[in-house]
């Protein structure tokens, strides 16, 4: 049975931080490529960023130069650092794992930037 596990979400001011933490379990997740996924209410699923099983990372052009994907094999976990966090930020933030048409998800983590 495969589980994507996140954590690290809660309620952040503007310009401040947080690390988001998926654990994964039940499948080979070294080769796997990994994926940050986010939705805001009243909009459509977007990309957040991904990395690949080499290691080779995307964002999407909101996050660019704020967010970090990262990955440790030896821990089967993919982590997000967001720093600088906006308001537009808010939103529920999934994992996802993906390789040869098989997708998985996580249940997601609220991530509320807010004064």
């Known amino acids: 049975q495969v589980q994507l596990v996140e954590s690290g979400g809660g309620l952040v001011q503007p310009g401040g931080s947080l690390r988001l933490s998926c654990a994964a379990s039940g499948i080979i997740f070294s080769i796997y490529a990994m994926g940050w996924y986010r939705q805001a209410p009243g909009k459509q699923r977007e990309l957040v960023a991904s990395?690949?099983?080499?290691?080779?990372?995307m964002y999407g052009d909101s996050v660019k130069g704020r967010f970090t994907i990262s990955r440790d094999n030896a821990k089967n976990t993919v982590y997000l650092q967001m720093n600088s966090l906006k308001v537009e930020d808010t939103a529920v933030y999934y994992c996802?794992?993906?390789?040869?048409?098989?997708?998985?998800w996580g249940q997601g983590t609220q991530v509320t930037v807010s004064s």
């Open positions: 990395i690949s099983s080499i290691f080779t990372t």
């Open positions: 996802n794992a993906f390789k040869s048409g098989y997708v998985y």
